[in-house]
């Protein structure tokens, strides 16, 4: 392949001449990628889902462990509870008058016995005793405090907890495996843009080459209509040609400054920003042929990692949905105060009471409904397996095809370089057998057109061969920064 430096002695010199320092800002690969790693709105909302999908982990561990709850509450009834009937109150309240005329009947000698004041004062007693017993019980409950501190801790749920727990796990690594894809995606655009660049921007400096040779041309046969040795149909196809070459110059520009753009938007970069690639100067783009390039394992590509939590999240669904036909047990305790309290009768004032228990739950009927659910749910395994395996096929497929298109894309090189080498001497001839005066313009015109286009198609298949290792990485999930 012919050197850059015979290609573009003059042009890339003054090119570089023109820039002032420190105009430009250039990008190497690995510098456009981690600027668009870090820039990348969806790579962001990547990273706040595993965060989140973290957190959600960190959630489910805590329910094996003992929960707290503390209750309170006042309540005002529009009466109070009694615990004796207004019949037993008032039998409490005259118990003397009652007691000292039963006895009265039955031993009428008490009577004689006891003297008037004596049978009055005992009848007081009596009575007072029966009022202080009505008044005891007396509970003044239209105006309840109470509080409760309760603890509960799981022992058996039906094994829900458990699957709580594992599907957390799923979904943090089904956040990580998003994350990775979408990383990949950001890799491979970025990529895609970033040789855009680099091919366009040789392009453009191709056609500035043959811009100068054809004026070149132009300036000869215009010194040999001059002379007489040419006609002017003759400078009319240069002229003509000199249009096109500057057109198609233009069209590379306009080009490469929207690619230009578009990188710059990847990268987080304002659009407006001048910059430049690290390989734009590069004489040879192709790289040697990569380890995977006959490697068809697709187990690492995210995509898949992706439907295969799927599938396990769905089977940790149906052990979630059988713990509701298993019985459940908790131990629970607490401590309880209120007022008016009932430890010693009942007082007008704060006291209370610890506890302890084991609460068991145990589902007796629910007309099929939990069995009808987890068939659902074995049906959506079912069906994400199915979707697992189509997947699988797709992704093997799709490797096989970029594998074919790395192979096409190195043919594709080893051809162009050897059309590349062919146009060059083909040029050489012409231009030499114009200067002896054996061949027309038109031959040397048709000489530089086809060598622009072996030199464009030699470019293209450069970019090829590094786009198509590019989209096998990305197939075989193996694209790395």
């Not at 012919?2 to 042009?11: G, H, Q």
């Not at 007489?228 to 096109?244: H, I, M, P, S």
């Not at 908790?330 to 009942?346: R, W």
């Not at 004032?349 to 589902?363: H, R």
Request: net charge neutral.
């Amino acid at each position: 392949m012919i050197s850059r430096k015979y290609l573009f002695p003059s042009v890339v010199a003054a090119c570089l001449s023109a820039l002032p320092v420190g105009a430009q800002k250039i990008l190497s690969l690995d510098s456009c990628r981690q600027m668009a790693l870090r820039n990348n709105k969806q790579m962001g909302v990547a990273r706040v889902k595993q965060d989140m999908a973290h957190n959600m982990r960190r959630s489910a561990r805590t329910k094996y462990l003992p929960r707290i709850n503390a209750f309170g509450g006042y309540m005002y009834t529009s009466k109070e509870f009694s615990l004796l009937s207004n019949e037993q109150k008032q039998e409490l309240g005259n118990l003397g008058t009652t007691t000292m005329s039963a006895a009265g009947q039955i031993v009428p000698e008490l009577g004689q016995m006891l003297s008037q004041q004596s049978v009055g004062a005992l009848t007081n007693m009596l009575n007072a005793t029966g009022q202080g017993l009505v008044d005891a019980l007396h509970t003044d409950t239209r105006n309840m405090f109470a509080a409760t501190v309760q603890l509960t801790q799981p022992l058996f749920m039906g094994g829900s907890i458990i699957a709580m727990n594992k599907m957390a796990d799923i979904a943090e690594l089904m956040a990580g495996n998003t994350a990775e894809a979408q990383r990949q995606l950001t890799l491979y655009n970025i990529d895609h843009a970033y040789w855009t660049v680099v091919s366009l921007k040789h392009k453009k400096e191709l056609a500035e080459s043959f811009l100068e040779l054809v004026r070149k041309l132009d300036n000869d046969v215009k010194k040999m209509i001059r002379e007489g040795v040419a006609t002017r149909a003759d400078g009319l196809k240069v002229g003509v040609k000199v249009n096109e070459a500057e057109m198609s110059l233009t069209q590379v520009e306009n080009g490469l400054a929207l690619s230009k753009m578009l990188l710059c938007q990847l990268c987080g970069l304002p659009t407006d920003n001048e910059v430049d690639v690290e390989d734009a100067e590069a004489d040879m783009l192709v790289e040697t042929q990569q380890s995977d390039w006959k490697n068809k394992d697709v187990s690492a590509r995210p995509e898949l990692k992706v439907l295969q939590n799927t599938v396990d999240m769905s089977r940790q669904t149906t052990n979630l949905l059988k713990a509701g036909n298993l019985p459940k047990v908790a131990l629970a305790g607490g401590y309880t105060v209120s007022n008016p309290n009932v430890t010693n009768s009942f007082e007008k004032k704060f006291a209370g009471l610890w506890n302890v228990g084991v609460i068991v739950s145990v589902p007796v009927w629910n007309w099929g409904d939990v069995a009808y659910k987890v068939k659902a749910s074995k049906n959506a395994t079912t069906i994400a397996t199915l979707e697992l395996n189509d997947a699988r096929e797709k992704m093997e497929l799709q490797v096989s095809q970029n594998q074919y298109k790395v192979d096409e894309a190195y043919k594709r090189l080893q051809m162009a370089l050897s059309n590349t080498k062919k146009a060059e001497e083909n040029l050489r001839c012409a231009n030499v057998g114009f200067r002896e005066g054996v061949m027309e313009s038109t031959d040397v015109m048709e000489a530089q057109t086809a060598w622009l286009q072996a030199q464009s198609q030699r470019i293209d298949a450069e970019i090829d061969v590094k786009l198509s290792h590019v989209a096998l990485r990305k197939a075989l999930g193996t694209l790395q920064e």
